[in-house]
């Protein structure tokens, strides 16, 4: 696929749709919020790190890709979700949950003020009412959510005691972890009642692991 396709200055609609098809089926008027997202994110890549993947098709294959596959199998049907995405950098996989479903609640907590910045841009251009920002640390956060969802998160062992504080009783804890990440994550989290763990489109050997809260 040709990378002229993708720049600042336009991006093609249906080669959008089929570079997304693997991790999830779209609608239109999602198609067309990514494609705000996407110019948002190479402006502002330019000037400041919020990803270290540069080919865009390669953005659109392992940030947004991965992430809609999350927001398909975490997204219940037409429930009340509240959402934290612990740690969410340039909005994944945040923004793409609150954008695949219009109930959910989801908040992205960001300590980077300029990573706060641009998530407040993308948040306004793509006028998502259901999605907020955080600007601070986790340790911070008095809120608590039925979904916490961890992506590429520093320092794991710490962050995973960190959204566990903010998972509700009964809750889910997401994890979106290398494959050989996931005997240390189950290890480290013997509250959580881990089920089965999904393998995420790619060749990446990625995984999204769920599990429930205890409710004691």
């Known amino acids: 696929m040709p990378l002229a396709c ?4 336009g991006v093609d609609h249906a080669e959008i749709a089929a ?17 705000i997202y996407l110019k948002l994110l190479l402006k502002w890549n330019a000037k400041m790190n919020l990803t270290s993947v540069r080919d865009p098709v390669e953005i659109m294959r392992r940030h947004f890709g991965e992430s809609f596959f999350a ?18 950098g340039a909005g994944f996989p945040g923004i793409p949950l609150a954008l695949f479903s219009a109930e959910a ?6 300590a980077n003020g300029r990573k706060s910045a641009f998530l407040n841009e993308v948040i306004r251009a793509l006028e998502l009412n259901n999605a907020r920002v955080f600007n601070g640390r986790a340790e911070v956060f008095s ?19 960190l959204a566990l504080k903010l998972v509700r009783p009964g809750g889910r ?10 005997k240390e994550a189950r290890a480290q989290t013997p509250e959580v009642n881990w089920g089965g763990m ?15 809260f205890g409710t004691g």
């Open 6 to 9: 993708f720049t600042i200055s």
């Open 19 to 35: 570079l997304l098809t693997p991790y999830a089926r779209l609608e239109d008027r999602t198609i067309a919020s990514i494609n």
């Open 71 to 88: 927001a398909a199998h975490l997204s219940g049907p037409a429930d009340s979700l509240t959402a934290i995405d612990l740690g969410s």
């Open 105 to 110: 609640q989801v908040t992205l907590i960001e």
């Open 143 to 161: 809120g608590k959510a039925n979904l916490v969802i961890m992506r590429a998160v520093e320092k794991f062992d710490l962050a995973v005691g």
């Open 173 to 182: 804890l997401a994890l979106m972890i290398g494959e050989s990440q996931v």
């Open 198 to 212: 999904v393998m995420v489109p790619g060749g990446r050997e990625r995984v999204l692991m769920v599990g429930e």
